[in-house]
């Protein structure tokens, strides 16, 4: 919304700061209450998503008091991943499947945490900013995503150390130490974490000036201490999102060279995600304005990637079931283009084994100081006959995939991924051994 279009009561800049003011400490007080009162889902329409209170592009910092974290009852070695099956049988639907997040589910460790760290930490040793980007400010109409990177691994720190306390250890500055990123609940900024099972520490940067290179710095500290990729959305004047910083070491399908600095819309519209325009972009593009500090969300989302059949040596013994990179779906990662066909791969030949369920958990929040919207990815593989011999899979899995339109059906690989055949013979022949069972489409316990 541009200055002039402002209700005539905020028509000069004094009175815009007054209201700006105003709403920053209605917010102040709100945030606070809600902290003491625990349901997040519960919680009035907090003033944050006012958009009339703010011009685009602009933020004034909240200081936000978290609801507790409770610790988790066990350490993250002795969880095993949540086997996310976010898919019913019928028809697919395209919506933004949203749902609301508590806190204490934020971010999710379980007992690949190592692995994924020795994967993740080989890319960003040998990728650099093929895997790990900031943008510079984008004059008048963006910021950098830098100060969201210093800001993003200070709120790790703080979460990861309430939530896995026997994982994570933190060490303060002194009190009074200035910092755009103080701890939780006033307490000193946060100084290091160490990942005790694993027996690393990281220094994390006090501001984007602390020392070379600060920003990248946080993202890679960020993305050595969590399982998902990480991508900061900043508002522009224009009230788009744009991808302005992340650390996408995993994401399998695209790489951030081709999205860095994109706005949302065409994020998507440059991988034709099937339905955008007319299914997501304007709901999205609203959420995205409107989304409250207080209200984390989250989605799931599926497709599928064959993997080479296991073998020893090089690149496969960090990453055989290729998170990082699908080579054997997208080809190899530097030549790889939506728009040229001639590098798509030679294929292994798919078998139940060698395909995988390629899920994502999804959350999206917003960061109280830069105002930035947090999009955190977590991929989980699973091999089609490990599914399938969990009850009434099979017969689920192959309604839903049958419900893809041919635009679904496109561009989640049916019909060029090769594994099509393979995986609905596959899921008939298990389901006809299995007979009918259960109620394949229910919601009730999506998205598992
Ligand atoms: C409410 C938020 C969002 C919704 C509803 C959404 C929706 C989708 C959908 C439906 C797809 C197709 C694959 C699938 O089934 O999931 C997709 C792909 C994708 N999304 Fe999003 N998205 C959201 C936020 C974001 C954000 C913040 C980013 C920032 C990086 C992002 C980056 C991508 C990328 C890179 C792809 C793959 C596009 C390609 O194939 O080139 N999405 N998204």
Redesign the pocket.
Known sequence: MSYEKLSPIIQSRETLGLALALATTVSLIYLRRAANTSPVSHAPPSPVKDKKARKYGEWTPVEFTYPPITASQQPPAALNPIPYRPFRGGEYH?T???RSLPWNEWIELDNQFERYHRIREHRIRTRGSAVIRVQPDAPGLVKSGAEAAVELVHELAEYLSQRFPTTFEITRHAANTASSCPGWGGAPPVKSIRIIPLGCSYGLPLDINDGDNAAVKALEISALLVQEDL?L?IEGTDGK?Y?QA?AITI?G??RIQD?IGLP?DE??T????PRYKDK?QAS?ER?FQRLAVDKPVV?N?Y?FQVVKPTSPGGIEEIDPEELGWAESSNGPEDAFS?THPEHQPTRPTPTPSTVRLRS?R?T?RRLPHSGA?L?TIRTHLTPIDKLAEEPGMARRLASALRGWGDDIGQ?KGKTSGGWWDVVMNYLDKVADEEGAGGDITAMDNYPF
Request: charged share 10%.
């Open positions: 395209v933004m499947g949203i991508a959305m999102y991808f992340g994401a399908f695209w999205k949302l994020i998507h440059s991988g034709d995600v997501l999205m959420f989605r989302n497709f939506h994502e999804q999206l919207i999009f561009y």
